[in-house]
């Protein structure tokens, strides 16, 4: 990623960015003559996993973006769904394995680890990247609604009875953080870097397989493509992939139990967004990052 001229010109701009030119994921790329194959295998392997994963809700918040087959009902969850919400989670939960298999394979040599301190800033400019990536999604919400293309229909609520219905439910949405950042994000960084891709093409692909299952929210979903590309260059700096996974799915765990009424909607996010923005101005400041000195930063290889 080349520092764009305009940015050159200033220290805060281009100390960001060098920062942002770091890459500790370091995947080696096949040598050129194997790249095709590669990159054919990268992507049948990406779109094989978002099938199985997302493919019936890719369709299904797509009916309800423009309402193709009318309003339905969710099915009620009651004692009466308890082993089909327990097979929910071991599909899933399959999901995930197949796909850190696939993962390790795409990455071969393993990277560094990173440091606690550098997993936990993570955590925190992970929630960042979140809150900022669904408020992206605001604007894309006026122009839809300027250019008349609201969503036609609307998701319906999930109705909940009982307990362990409840736990399943909070546990198939906390799943959200294994398997969106593991097959839609990681994977899609090894498998694509493997195959000798540039970080442009990365994040294009990242924001593709991220929105479309989202859409049900309305077009206010193509917001997302900012979640994602912060995300991706949040991994690419820092290699550390567990505490995006554990924001992600905490995150997805208070919406369920604020949909439950069982927590309130701003309890937690409002002190963890205020918590992060602290956190990260920190170390945007002991670090540097803001007078220059990440331009003696490790460059990528």
């Keep these: 990623m080349k520092t764009p001229g305009w940015m050159q010109k200033d220290d805060v701009f281009q100390a960001v960015f060098e920062q942002l ?3 500790r994921v370091q995947v080696q790329p096949v040598a050129p003559k194997h790249r095709k194959v590669v990159l054919i295998l990268a992507l049948l392997t990406i779109a094989g996993f978002y099938w199985w994963g997302w ?10 973006l423009l309402n193709a087959n009318g309003d339905f009902a969710l099915t009620p969850l009651d004692d009466s769904t308890v082993w089909h919400q327990t097979w929910i989670l071991v599909e899933k939960w399959a999901v995930v394995a197949c796909a850190v298999l696939a993962f390790l394979i795409f990455r071969g040599k393993r990277p560094p680890r990173p440091r606690m301190s550098v997993s936990i800033k993570t955590y925190f400019f992970a929630t960042l990247a979140t809150t900022v990536g669904f408020l992206a999604g605001v604007p894309f919400g006026w122009l839809s609604d300027a250019m008349g293309l609201e969503s036609l229909g609307q998701y319906p609520e999930q109705v909940i009875d009982g ?22 994000m ?11 891709q540039n970080w442009w093409i990365i994040i294009l692909v990242a924001s593709i397989v991220r929105v479309p299952f989202h859409l049900y929210y309305g077009w206010e979903a193509i917001g997302l493509a900012v979640w994602a590309t912060l995300i991706v260059l949040l991994y690419k700096r820092t290699n550390s992939l ?4 554990a924001e992600h ?3 997805n765990t208070h919406q369920t139990l604020a949909d439950e009424g069982i927590v309130s909607e701003d309890w937690a996010v409002v002190p963890a967004v205020g918590l992060s923005i602290i956190i990260c101005s920190m170390y945007f400041k002991r670090d540097g ?7 003696h930063a490790v460059q990528p290889r």
């Design 249 to 251: 799915a905490i995150w």
């Design 289 to 295: 990052l803001f007078i220059a000195r990440a331009k």
């Design 55 to 64: 493919g019936s809700s890719t369709i299904r918040a797509v009916d309800v």
């Design 186 to 196: 990681a994977l899609v960084v090894v498998a694509l870097r493997r195959a000798g």
């Design 163 to 184: 307990a362990w219905p409840l736990v399943l439910e909070t546990l198939r949405g906390a799943m959200a953080g294994p398997m969106e950042e593991i097959v839609l």
């Design 242 to 245: 567990i505490p995006i996974i």
């Design 21 to 23: 030119r770091i890459d």
